[in-house]
Nanobody, 122 residues
């Protein structure tokens, strides 16, 4: 089992920056993809970014490409999401996720954090 705990959410003005962190524990070595998802009120959960634990290959949703950066610290078992040039439409609950399978980075994540609220004001 893997446990994930997000932190770093908060209120920020449009154009500002915020850094989210995900602390992982348990059988983290079994997870191939690590990712961030988000869910805004009244909307479906959407993929934001993913990273492979071993190789550090990254993947981004078009909506955040060029603004967000996902990274990981293997020694500390943490995954971060640096969010720059934030927009009001980035407002959502952000979730950290991990999956064992190497078959794609969008679907079927096995482990989820509790989420952290990010609010971007105009």
């Amino acid at each position: 089992q893997v446990q994930l705990v997000e932190s770093g959410g908060g209120l920020v003005q449009a154009g500002g920056s915020l850094r989210l962190s995900c602390a992982a524990s348990g059988r983290t070595f079994s997870c191939y993809y690590w990712a961030w998802f988000r869910q805004a009120p009244g909307k479906e959960r959407e993929f934001v970014a993913a990273i492979t634990w071993s190789g550090g290959n990254t993947f981004y949703a078009d909506s955040v490409k060029g603004r967000f950066t996902i990274s990981r610290d293997n020694a500390k078992n943490t995954v971060s999401l640096q969010m720059n040039s934030l927009k009001p439409e980035d407002t959502a609950v952000y979730y950290c996720a991990a999956k064992n399978s190497a078959k794609g980075y969008i679907h079927r994540y096995d482990y989820w954090g509790q989420g952290t609220q990010v609010t971007v004001s105009s």
